[in-house]
């Protein structure tokens, strides 16, 4: 199974701060690459697919980037609502690995 | 839009199996790939499992070959997943999530399997 490593696993921040979370996969993924945002008690949420498309509805203050084994996920101009636990995720394989998270907290 | 509906909660013994279902509310389930992820308590989002096609066999994360088991029923637009050999390391929330396109988007609710003597 591809592994994916998620840095850092939390991430103390302020409203307005910009934030940023890398990814990185054990091997090539190409851009198959998705970003979720999850909050205590639900489910995940799709932000990002495909490494940088933003997921319709979602803020373009959320970006994704890279390819291949590294990518990067930025939150900018952080709102009150985006204090969350950020999981990356591989599509490439025919598994699906997910990233340990990132908490980003006050 | 497709909405998957999990079953509910449940409570099993050490040794024991669990079953959860998850049926597609608004579309046919032929038209998504279908995943497990589950979720301990204070932990990570874990991938277990999935199905490329409603028709197709299962892949399984290396961690639980042997013992977890997925499949879906295509009339009733109903996925499974049975976990074997349960231990307290089980206990956890399960999730189906649909995906097309590479897209992972259509969450379930999720399942709270508690595993306890």
């Known amino acids: 199974d591809i592994q994916m490593t998620q840095s850092p696993s939390s991430l103390p921040a302020s409203v307005g701060d910009r934030v940023i979370i890398t990814c990185r996969a054990s091997q090539s993924i190409s851009s198959s690459l998705n970003w979720y945002q999850q909050k205590p008690g639900k489910a995940p949420n799709l932000l990002i697919y495909g490494a940088s498309t933003l997921q319709s509805g979602v803020p373009s203050r959320f970006r994704g980037s890279g390819f291949g084994t590294d990518f990067i996920f930025t939150v900018s101009n952080l709102q009150p609502e985006d204090f969350a636990t950020y999981y990356c995720?591989?599509?490439?394989?025919?598994?699906?690995?997910f990233g340990q998270g990132t908490r980003v907290e006050i | 839009q497709v909405q998957p509906v999990q079953s509910g909660a449940q409570v099993k013994k050490p040794g024991s199996s669990v079953k959860v279902s998850c049926k597609a509310s608004g579309a046919s389930l032929s038209h998504y790939n279908i995943n497990w992820v589950r979720q301990a308590p204070g932990l990570g989002l874990e991938w277990m499992g999935g199905i490329v096609h409603i028709s197709s066999p299962a892949n399984y994360a290396q961690k639980f070959q042997g013992r977890l088991l997925i499949n879906a029923d295509e009339s009733t637009s109903t996925a499974y997943m049975e976990l074997r050999s349960l231990g307290s390391e089980d206990t956890a929330v399960y999730y189906c999530a649909l995906e097309y396109g590479g897209k992972v988007d259509f969450w379930g609710q999720g399942t709270l399997v508690t595993v306890s003597s």
């Open positions: 995720q591989e599509t490439f394989s025919g598994s699906r690995t």
